[in-house]
């Protein structure tokens, strides 16, 4: 058996597990308001393509999209956090689509 932790320990280990999870960044791709997506190809910034929602869930009361259309090809598009980036690899070339905004 352990010893028993002190108020102060037991104060520090719950403070550290707040900061643990108030520094971790969420980075999903969450539905805008009109519910129109629009990505843009991180080869070619210039032009914003519209495009179709596969797929979408539910997250903290809020519509996450989960699946994405390719513009070229149309097939579905897996979300990478570590690229905060659709990724599509049926092409010959891994084609990366960030969410743009409408503007």
């Given at each position: 058996m352990?010893?028993?932790?002190?108020?102060?320990?037991?104060?520090?280990q719950q403070m550290k597990a707040y900061?643990?999870?108030?520094?971790?960044?969420d980075n999903t791709p969450f539905m805008p308001s009109d519910g129109i997506v629009y990505v843009m190809n991180t080869?070619?910034?210039t032009e914003k393509i519209k495009a179709e929602i596969i797929n979408k869930?539910?997250?903290?009361h809020r519509e996450i999209i989960t699946h994405l259309?390719?513009?070229?090809?149309g097939n579905s598009m897996d979300w990478d956090g570590n690229w905060e980036a659709?990724?599509?690899l049926k092409h010959g070339k891994k084609?990366?689509?960030?969410?743009?905004?409408?503007?």
């Open positions: 352990g010893r028993r932790q002190t108020m102060q320990e037991k104060f520090k900061r643990k999870k108030r520094m971790k960044v080869l070619n910034p869930s539910v997250k903290q259309a390719c513009p070229e090809c659709f990724i599509c084609a990366i689509y960030e969410i743009a905004n409408k503007d």
